[in-house]
């Protein structure tokens, strides 16, 4: 029965089972994986608002802005490089509706071939940190780690927890921004740098925008409406009672700045 | 050349007798039984209305492309935890959806609301949840992600696509399995 199709089939069958024999091996190269790594976590200024979450309701729901460094050597863990990993920050903590509540702060995919070195400073949080109700003021145990998740060429999609976590508290009071001051004071009590707000380049040079928070002691969040393109959005959000974590990247690097100095000019209610 | 095929598959049912042709439609039933059997043992083991998924949208490249396929459990113990990969449906909606979990609230007693993200998506799902709902529950969930192989399900996809195709391949093994004698 040596016919073009019986020998057509053989071909195709030994094919497939030489691609499932390979598949198995991608799998089995995977599985046994040592994923643990060390990762370092800090937490620089922290504060949190009372505001109204448009998104879900109009019921004021705590919302959290966490400035953080982070790093690991990730790549050194993996004995097999991976189609990618999808690396995320977590923030767990309890609060009194809640029994766990866990947030991703901040993600990351890292494909293969790119670097797998995690060095961050002062990073804004990627989503916005609502809670469920207002259990942030005053939590004093709010955990983060740095987890990801492997994707294999085929197989199991392990998820790892680095080891190392960071433990921070959030502020007993809310804080609360005036910005008809702070675009006063941006525009006419800063002249010098009259050039970066005329220039409304997104990616304004991280000098000057560590010089404007030198003298003007704000806050990143704060400074970042600096950009006039940004402007508009945050008059925008101003009204809405809140200017926002930074969607965008890269992030500007920054010192985190602590607010219990603020300058005089920049009103700070509670 | 296709003279020559068409005159060996006729050779081969015309020399079967009755008894023969039976047992060919015997043996059709028992390998769409099988794999019948095979499917819902899979749903018991695992737990989940459906156990093997195809990707169909690129919302989480680059961990899952269009036509990868998906192995899911859904214990009821294992918690939902951040980062874990979930399958879930939305009423009104025929296709499950995979993404991420990023938010999770969970309390006391168990019952547990988050939010879910495409890793190639900008935004969080609220957008694709029916109308008013700003959370899934577990109730909404098919199941977890646990491993996956690329390309396999692309066959499946193209099934979809193109209906035609669909039929030609389920009447060519038909036939095959019907005519070829072992």
């Known amino acids: ?270 | 050349m296709g003279g020559l095929m068409d005159f060996g598959f006729l050779d081969d049912v015309r020399r079967m007798n009755k008894r023969q042709l039976y047992y060919q439609v015997l043996n059709f039933g028992m390998i769409v039984s099988s794999a019948l059997m095979i499917w819902k043992g899979l749903m018991v083991v695992t737990g989940s209305e459906s156990p093997i998924v195809v990707v169909l949208s690129g919302s989480m490249e680059p961990a899952f492309f269009r036509g990868d396929l998906l192995f899911l459990t859904n214990y009821q113990e294992e918690p939902i935890r951040v980062g874990d990969i979930v399958v879930f449906k939305i009423e009104g909606r025929d296709i499950p959806i995979v993404h991420r979990v990023i938010k999770v609230h969970e309390k006391e007693n168990g019952t547990v609301k988050f939010l879910t993200k495409g890793d190639n998506n900008s935004v969080d799902d609220r957008g694709l949840y029916a109308p008013g709902q700003l959370w899934l529950e577990k109730k909404d969930v098919v199941g977890r992600a646990q491993g996956f192989v690329p390309y396999v399900g692309i066959v499946t996809i193209l099934m979809n696509d193109y209906p035609k195709f669909k039929y030609l391949i389920l009447a060519c093994l038909g036939a095959f399995v019907l005519i070829h004698r072992e």
Not at chain 1, 157 to 184: C, I, Q
Request: proline share 5%; charged share 15%.
């Open chain 1, 1 to 270: 029965m040596n016919t073009f199709l019986s020998r057509l089939n053989t071909i195709f069958a030994f094919t497939l089972s030489v691609m499932a024999g390979l598949t198995f091996l991608c799998f089995l190269s995977t599985f046994f994986n040592d994923h643990k790594t060390l990762v370092s976590i800090n937490t620089g200024k922290i504060i949190v608002k009372s505001v109204p979450d448009y998104s879900t309701s109009r019921e004021k729901n705590d919302l959290g802005f966490v400035v953080f460094d982070v790093q690991s050597d990730i790549l050194s863990s993996l004995i097999v490089p991976t189609t990618s990993l999808f690396l995320y920050l977590t923030a767990e903590y309890t609060t009194q509706n809640h029994k766990l509540n866990q947030i991703v702060m901040w993600d990351k995919i890292i494909k293969r071939g790119e670097n797998a070195i995690i060095d961050y400073k002062s990073m804004n949080t990627k989503y916005y940190f609502w809670d469920y109700g207002n259990g942030l003021r005053g939590n004093r145990n709010v955990t983060m780690t740095l987890s990801w998740n492997v994707i294999p060429n085929a197989g199991t999609l392990p998820k790892v927890m680095g080891e190392g976590s960071h433990r921070f508290a959030f502020p007993d009071d809310y804080t609360y921004f005036d910005v008809n001051h702070l675009e006063f004071l941006t525009l006419n009590s800063f002249p010098d740098h009259h050039d970066l707000i005329q220039n409304g380049d997104r990616n304004v040079n991280s000098h000057c925008l560590r010089k404007v928070h030198l003298t003007t002691k704000m806050s990143p969040n704060c400074y970042r409406c600096l950009l006039s393109s940004d402007l508009q959005a945050y008059r925008y959000n101003s009204m809405r009672g809140w200017g926002g974590p930074e969607t965008q990247e890269p992030t500007p690097p920054s010192t985190p700045h602590n607010l219990s100095t603020p300058h005089p000019n920049l009103t700070l209610g509670v």
